[in-house]
């Protein structure tokens, strides 16, 4: 008898279209291209519809059929369903007619989309059997893995960068996991983890169970086009590590129009970087089809991948839909930061930062032209990039606890404007 798999059908190579059965492997052993997950889109449509989906839970998972496992979800309840804010008076600040964003910085638990992978992965890694749980990360994906695995009951091993940000790595220490800092980048983690991964039965959420672990960007997507009221935006901003985020919005789109979720239309995808780690925007700016690797060297830590694995397929991606890449520097990183918070109330991490920056810079040049209207992903919290921008964000003024200091320093104040 067949296992029962879902709606899933089998793991599918991208480059030779060879398929593999639905375990924990990520790469065609004739091409080494990676491996997706295909689906039985069919089966999928009769269950999965604008009423069926209205009724169930406001989290990731309400899209379930579109999403690799094969029984219930275990991991992930509260995560995802987040705000789809607009942003009236960014919006005027960039110069464009509308513009909203999609903020993933409040999304549960450890406040970056990477909540969105993980319980996709570690719900796969359970009914694959798997008791520990593994990830190389820059940063949000390990505090991600931490808190998820904690939560779930599993042992977890994170990966870094030893250079990463204070908060980054106390947010993952302090869920007990083994946190390794490696004296290198992070493509150098990831090397490595490819060969612990391939002598310890574990489950590394993005090297052996990628497949899967990447189709849960899709859930960020899928919200947007609901929380659209079922429309895809004219314009997606995506920022790019890997890539993988911004090719995965790209399906989610495809397949809500393929299941008549929403009605066929054309929509650009543009990516954002940052100017010290920019291969994937280098390429798309030189009408490039490959990307070439770079050494890192940015305060966008989160995104600082020189190698990144999709960086093929979002390349692609933008050249389908007729989408820009673009990049911003550290200084245009913090700037971005500022603008959203004092604009809007959000405060990013620097990824979101850079997709800010990004798209001002595409709407200044009419990549994005002014009369249209944008969906800009804004992907992680301020707070656990700090460092990013302590003393670039105006300083406290210190008084004595006495109303006539309070005074004279308004009294000050009104001066300067007058
Ligand atoms: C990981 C990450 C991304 C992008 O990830 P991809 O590898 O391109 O999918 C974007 N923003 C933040 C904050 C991240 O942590
Ligand atoms: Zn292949």
Partial sequence: MQKNEGFMKALKCRECG???PLEATHVCEFDFGPLEVVYDYARAKQTLTRKSIASRPQNMWRYRELLPIAGDPTVGFQVGFTPLVKADRLAKRLGIRELWIKNDTVNYPTLSFKDRVVSVALSRA??????TVACASTGNLANSVSANAAAAGLKAYVFIPADLEEGKVVNSLVY???VIAIKGHYDEVNRLCAEIAGKFGWAFVNVNMRPYYAEGSKSMGFEIVEQMNWAIPQHTVVCMASGSLLTKIHKSYQESMKLG????TNYQIHGAQATGCSPISTAQKAGMDFFKPVKPNTIAKSLAIGTPADGFYALRVMRDTGGSAEDVTDDEIRE???LLAECEGIF???????TVGVAKKLIASGKIPANDSAVLCVTGHGLKTLDAVVGHVGRTREIKPSLREFETLLDADQKVKR
Avoid: N, Q
């Fill in 126 to 131: 359970r009914e694959l059997g798997f008791t």
């Fill in 176 to 178: 007990g996991a083994d």
């Fill in 348 to 354: 990013a991490e620097t990824a979101g930062g850079v």
């Fill in 18 to 20: 060879r398929e593999y």
């Fill in 336 to 338: 971005g930061i500022r």
């Fill in 261 to 264: 979720l929403t009605p066929e």
